[in-house]
């Protein structure tokens, strides 16, 4: 799993404990999900 940022949109891997994009220096990270069709039951 990992994250995208916000301001340049590549992916960014985080190191140790710093929480910044290695290509632009922004703060702001997204969470990439994967896409995986789930069903729910509604009973």
């Known amino acids: ?5 916000s301001r340049c949109g ?4 985080l190191i140790d404990q710093f ?3 290695t290509y ?11 896409n995986i069709a789930r069903e729910i039951s509604t009973d």
Do not use: F, N, Q
């Open 10 to 13: 590549r992916k960014v891997k």
């Open 24 to 34: 632009c220096g922004s703060r702001v990270l997204i969470k990439e999900r994967p």
């Open 1 to 5: 799993m990992g994250y995208a940022c």
């Open 19 to 21: 929480i910044r994009c």
